[in-house]
């Protein structure tokens, strides 16, 4: 099983990215999947999680209203939409997925069982 994350870059404050994370080796359309980064020198964080059918998404309070998580389980694949990027949304981009369609503890990293490596996003100011 893996995750591949892509889609990071070098962008000017209040520009956008489109992250995207493609699984293979088996599907995950029942399975509950997120976002997390870690900026340097800082602990990872909570980004966005939506659930195996995309009714419901949750964001972490300093991304909402500029970051849009979705799926398209056809494609094996779930985007992060960031608009408006700031400095601070400097950090890896990971994207995980949970073993099924549990969505508690959503934001929390250890109850996640399959990571991405990680894509890359500098906002310069």
């Known amino acids: 099983v893996q995750l591949q994350a892509s889609g990071g870059g070098l962008v000017q404050a209040g520009g956008s990215l489109r992250l995207s994370c493609t699984a293979s080796g088996r599907t995950f359309d029942r399975n509950v999947m997120g976002w997390f980064r870690q900026a340097p020198g800082k602990e990872r964080e909570f980004v966005a999680t939506i659930t195996w059918y995309g009714t419901l998404t949750w964001y972490a309070d300093s991304v909402k209203g500029r970051f849009t998580i979705s799926r398209d389980n056809a494609k094996n694949t779930i985007y992060l939409q960031i608009n408006r990027l700031r400095p601070e949304d400097t950090a890896v981009y990971y994207c995980?997925?949970?073993?099924?369609?549990?969505?508690?503890?959503?934001?929390?990293?250890?109850?996640?069982?399959?990571w991405g490596q990680g894509t890359l996003v500098t906002v310069s100011s």
């Open positions: 995980a997925a949970k073993e099924g369609p549990d969505y508690s503890d959503y934001g929390v990293g250890s109850t996640y069982d399959y």
